[in-house]
């Protein structure tokens, strides 16, 4: 039903995934709450994540662009986004040339790589950007882990907090 509401534009009724609810507050933050003229492409289509998030944008006034591991040239729309949300759990797949000056990245990729230098059998949890390469051209970005994590769980005690005003009777804050 959430999915649902969000998919027609209703955002008042239900109830907001939680990491693309993160996500967005993020991109909020740095951009404020009408995205009018900027381009935003949101690598990945899940269910779970890749839509919703592409609606949200969406519904705040980007345009918007889904990527996907059958896009013809990725690095391409890449470098067209204004906004660039990663979500395709390929460890640091995004480089950097494949963005643009000044870009506001959310990366929600978590991968597990081999991190020899923590010891054998180590790893070590890495997003879909390469963190440390694409860190000095972007204007922000997330790292991970430390980034989107504690917006979802953020955005899971605002939920609770939405369904008991609404089930009290009462109006929920919006946040």
């Not at 995205?35 to 269910?47: D, E, F, H, Q």
């Not at 991190?115 to 950007?129: R, Y």
């Amino acid at each position: 039903m959430n999915a649902g509401k969000l998919a027609t534009g209703d955002l008042k009724t239900g109830l907001l995934s939680c990491t693309p609810a993160g996500a967005m507050i993020l991109v909020r933050q740095i951009h404020g709450k009408d995205l009018s003229g900027l381009n935003a492409l949101v690598i990945g289509r899940s269910n779970l994540f890749g839509k919703p998030m592409a609606q949200l944008l969406l519904n705040a006034n980007a345009t918007v662009a889904i990527g996907h591991s059958r896009s013809r040239d990725l690095p391409e729309l890449a470098r067209q986004a204004d906004i660039l949300v990663a979500a395709v759990g390929r460890a640091e797949m995004v480089k950097t040339d494949w963005l643009r000056p000044g870009v506001t990245v959310i990366d929600v990729g978590i991968n597990r790589v081999a991190a020899p230098e923590k010891g054998d059998g180590k790893f070590k949890l890495v997003g879909d950007v390469a963190f440390a390469e694409c860190k000095p051209v972007a204007q922000a970005i997330s790292p991970v882990p430390g980034g989107v994590g504690p917006m979802t769980i953020a955005m899971l005690m605002a939920n609770t907090v939405i369904a008991a005003h609404r089930r009290g009777g009462v109006t929920a804050p919006s946040f």
